[in-house]
Every structure is written in C-alpha cells, then in structure tokens.
C-alpha cells in the first residue's frame, strides 16, 4: 500500500496558542464576533425596508435574531458531544439527508425559479446548508475506516464517489447550482488530503468537471450569468438587467470608501440592491464600513483557514484530521466564493456569506461546523503548565 499523505504538510507552522479552560479563545472570540455582526448586518441591510413596508410577520432582524439563537444552542451541544459517535450516526445521517432532499423536490418552496426549501410550518429550512455538514462527517468517516482499500478505485473511491454523486444531483435538482459547487470542492479536498491516489483524482476531475459545465450551460439563466461575467471581464462594461445587482454591489462598495459611511447609513440596502441581507451583504458591508471593513472579514476568514489547519495538524487520529479540514472548508470555502462574486471576480451565483447572510439554516449549519471544530481543538490541545490546554 502507498505510503500515507499527510494533509499538515500543505499547512502554515504553528505559532504561539492562546488557549485556556479548554477552549481555542481565538476561534471562540472570532465566531461570537462574526455571530453578532452578522446580526447588526441583517438590521442594518432590511430594517428600514421592514419598518416601511410594515410587515405584518417578524422582520428579518427578528428571524435571525431567533435563529442566531437557537444556532447558539446547536454550537454548544456540538461543542460538548463526543465527536467519535458520529461515526455511529452516518447512515441516519445519509438516510436523512437524502429524504430531505428529496422531500424539497416533491413539496419544497420555489422561490425565485429555485426550489431549495422545505416549508415546517410558518417557518422553513434548506436541507443543502445541512448537506455539506454530512458530506464532511460522512468523507471523514470513511477515508479513516477504508484506509487499507482507497488505492483501489472500485473498493476505494467509488463508494464514496456514488454517495456523495448522489447529494450532488439531488442538489443540483433543486437549482442550487452554488451549493453543489461548494460540495464538489469541499469532496474533492477531503479526498485529496486522504490516501487516495493522485491519478484517480485526476481521472475524476477529468470526468466531473466537464459535467459540471455542461449542467451550468444547460440551462438559458446561467448561460446569461456567465456571459455577461464574461462581458464585464472582457471590456469592464456591464450591461442590461441581469448585470443589475453586481453594478449596485459595485457601487455601494466604492461608496464606503476606506472607513465606510457608518453602519445603518449607507443607501444601497434601502432601494437599490436587491436582497441586500442576503448574497450581497458584504457590498453592504463595503459601503457601511468601507474598505477597512471588507479586508478585515477577508482576514478573519483566512484565519479560520490556518487555525483549522493547525487545529487538524495537532491531532492523531485520521478520523478527527480529516473533519478538522473538512469543517473548516465548509465554512471558509462559501465565504471566499460569495467574497469573490461580490467583488466580480466570480459569476453570480446563490451562496450566502456564512455567520453574516440573512438565513436561519445556513447559521445553524455553520455553527454546527463551528462547535465541532472547537470540540476537534479541545482535544487537540496538549496541557500547559497551568494545568489548563494551550
């Protein structure tokens, strides 16, 4: 069998730890510090608008102010619950996230041509935040228990291949063209950090990806996405109604200038840029607290990049390295992505900015990643002299 890839290597060496009682303070701090801007993000991108409009139902400061409650309660219980068991969970888990899946094709919600949300009630909930969540504990789980068996590609990688295939479609089925990307990605680093070997990962991506394209052109709305992307990269000019919502973004974030307008004050979330609580929060971001603002969430994230890597490097066990990474990806790689679309260097596509968007199932989904990745660094931790972990 070929000799074990260690994913450390591709991470930063570690600097000094700042950690007691147990907890990783800084990645403490930084979660509870994205949570509570997210929410002063919501208020400030739709509040006017809600109080205006006099919306008889709770406003979307109000919703997420629940979620971002019951989000806490999640983060804590996956803070304090044993990791391994998981392992245990993962075809309840499969089982469960494939009817939810299937449940939004049959009764889901559609809105805005997608149909990505299953209605509970008065409320609803987006069974594809939560898939990512499975797709990291589910790849985790089997690259540790086949490690004898991924150099095959039959017994290895197909397996995991077919799973995961299957969430993707389901996704895709739903038009979640954004999702299924970020799944795709977050897959193919998992295995790639694991034993699979290069050659049919190469083979796969030489498979996959032409079916990727050849999904995102099949359809005329994303076909138009791409083209006037393209436009805009090709001469800098952006034209028609679909190239609406980038030219506001860009607007509001050239706006904010270097310190921003001041949170609440800025003018493209009250009538100009569409769903500014949603895919565009971070131009709202821009122009409230100007470029200054901007860099330092890009940083925070990049942090959260080398502290899950870290986090991973310090633990032994295959199982919690890999979830280590994959929890961190599922985090990070949204974030660059919805980053990257705001600022035109990406087409257009549905992915909210995690911990900062407007949405209930993607904060609960993310701070679910977030309390298992605290829980990954408390056991990773050797003890100092104090007798505390850092």
Sequence with gaps: MQERRDFTAYSLQPTAYLRTSGMDRPLAVIFLFLSLWGILMVFSASGVTAMREHQPHLSPFEKQG????????????????????????????ALGIVLSLISVLLWGQTIGGAKRWLPIGTSSIQPSEFAKLFVVIYLSHYTARKREVLHLFRKGLMPAVSVVGTIIVLVLAERDFGAGVILFFIAASLLFFSEVPRRHLVGLL?????????????????????????????????????????????????????????????????????????????????????????????????????????????LSDPYAQMLAIGLTLMIVLPAMINMGVVTGLFPTKGLSLPFISYGGSSLLANSLAAGLLMNLARDGMPLNRNGGIG
């Design 206 to 314: 030489l498979v996959v990806v032409p079916l990727l394209a050849a999904w995102m052109v099949s359809a005329p709305y994303r076909m138009e996405r791409l083209k006037t992307y393209l436009e805009g990269m090709g001469d800098g000019k952006l034209n028609g109604n679909l190239s609406f919502q980038i030219r506001q973004s860009y607007i509001a974030m050239g706006s904010g200038g270097f310190f921003g307008v001041g949170l609440g004050w800025g003018q493209q979330a009250h009538d100009f840029l569409p769903e500014p609580q949603t895919d565009f929060i971070y131009a709202i971001i821009g122009e409230e607290f100007g470029f200054l603002g901007t860099v330092t969430l890009l940083l925070l994230f990049l942090f959260l990049l080398w502290r899950g890597f870290f986090i991973g490097r310090l």
């Design 66 to 93: 629940v979620s971002l409650l019951i989000a806490a309660i999640g983060f804590w219980i996956a803070y304090k619950i044993d990791y391994q068991r998981l392992s245990d969970c993962v075809p309840y888990l």
